[in-house]
């Protein structure tokens, strides 16, 4: 067993961006449509489907919960890129979720496009009862057709 799973492979993705992906234009419907599914059974708050209340807001029309996704309804699937190869049960294969915690900025609306970009943000290994363990912190930001940033998710990847 090697006393490292950092190779020069993995090094190589650190801050290069990887997984790009553009959703189509958000329409009022799938922002009604989500908010319902996520509040039901109770009725979602009124920013998030009446046109007349919302554009009496400060947003000036409706927006999508922060929890929104224009990509849950991809057309196409892609299949996910692995760092360090396939994952099975020999050691430094094996993958636990190690959390993830997200940042919210500009608020999704009618019309935006949404484009995302995953990048390898660190790397780092530590010792522990189940051996050597890697750790991938990776890095999705959002952000609409102006640029502005509207989520930064980022998850670790605990491999062991």
């Not at 750790?135 to 998850?155: H, M, P, S, Y």
Request: no cysteine.
């Amino acid at each position: 067993m090697s006393d490292t799973y950092i190779t020069a492979e993995i090094r190589e993705w650190l801050d290069v961006e990887r997984e790009v992906a553009v959703a189509p234009p958000i329409s009022e419907n799938d922002i009604r449509k989500w908010a319902i599914a996520v509040y039901w059974p109770e009725t979602p708050p009124k920013l998030y489907w009446d046109v007349d209340y919302a554009g009496q807001s400060r947003y000036g029309s409706i927006i999508a919960p922060q929890e929104f996704n224009p990509f849950a309804w991809p057309v196409e699937r892609k299949e996910a890129i692995r760092l360090g190869g396939p994952i099975g049960k020999e050691p430094g294969q094996r993958v636990l979720n190690g959390g993830s915690e997200a940042r919210y900025g500009a608020p999704m609306r009618p019309g935006d496009v949404i484009r995302s970009g995953t990048k390898l943000v660190d790397v780092y290994e530590k010792t522990g009862r189940l051996g050597v363990m890697m750790f991938l912190i990776n890095e999705t930001t959002w952000t609409n057709q102006n640029g502005e940033v509207v989520k930064v998710d980022r998850k670790t990847s605990i491999r062991y």
